[in-house]
Each structure stands twice: as structure tokens, then as C-alpha cells.
């Protein structure tokens, strides 16, 4: 049976100035582009179009400010995606998520610009009781 899942998709930052967002002159590594796309829009692309995602939660200490950027502004917009302010910790920001959302759910980073449908599919069959 095919249960519809919330991604959890974590876009936080540690304190301070990120090194590698500064070496790319963004503010947040998430927003560094690769094959000319800011690693947070082609993770989130990828949620958003499996079938098993019915939603998608991005996890950040400001995430609307993450989707004020040129190449994030559509997730603002888009009907599978939420916002949820998260705290400075992975583990307390896993935390808030299950708080908010219950389960099932998928939890990826946003720098996971390698992912997949099919890696998707993989863990989620895996996954299932």
C-alpha cells in the first residue's frame, strides 16, 4: 500500500557566517547553486514531484527569507510546500517536525542535491511495516 508521506526537508544554519555560502556570495549554504540551481529549489523539486510526497515541510531558522532568493521564490508559492521555523540544532529541528507533522515522514537536508525518485522509492518501500 502506497501511504502519501510529509518530507521534512532541513535548510537550517549554524551560527555565524557559513564559509562555504561566503566563498559563493550567498547567505546560506542551501542557497549555493549547482548545475545552476540553488541546492534547496532542486531538492525541493524533487519532493515535490514524487507521487508518495504529499507534502513538504522546510525546516530553517527563517525559511521564508530561504525562498525570497531568485532561484527559490516558487516554493513560496507552491500548494505541497510549508514553512516551519525550526531551531539551531538538526536533532531539536527533527523534533519540532514530528511535534508538527506526526508521520509517516521522510526526513532529507537540503544539500541532498544527489537524490532521487528512485532513492526516494528505495527508502520508502524499505521503510514501510
Not at 7 to 18: E, Y
Not at 98 to 107: D, K, M, Q, R, T
Amino acid at each position: 500500500m502506497s501511504v502519501p508521506v510529509t518530507a521534512l526537508l532541513l535548510a537550517g544554519r549554524r551560527p555565524g557566517v557559513d564559509p562555504l555560502g561566503a566563498a559563493y556570495g550567498v547567505a546560506d549554504k542551501v542557497l549555493i547553486p549547482i548545475a545552476g540551481e540553488a541546492m534547496l529549489s532542486r531538492v525541493a523539486k524533487t519532493l515535490v514531484t514524487h507521487p508518495r510526497i504529499a507534502k513538504v515541510v522546510v525546516v530553517a531558522q527563517d525559511a521564508a527569507a530561504l525562498m525570497q532568493d531568485a532561484q527559490t521564490s516558487w516554493m513560496a508559492t507552491h500548494p505541497k510546500i510549508a514553512k516551519l521555523a525550526g531551531p539551531a540544532s538538526v536533532s531539536a529541528a527533527v523534533q519540532e517536525g514530528i511535534a508538527s507533522e506526526g508521520g509517516p515522514l521522510f526526513v532529507t537536508t537540503a544539500d541532498n542535491v544527489l537524490m532521487s525518485h528512485a532513492m526516494i522509492d528505495h527508502f520508502l518501500e524499505a521503510a514501510a511495516p
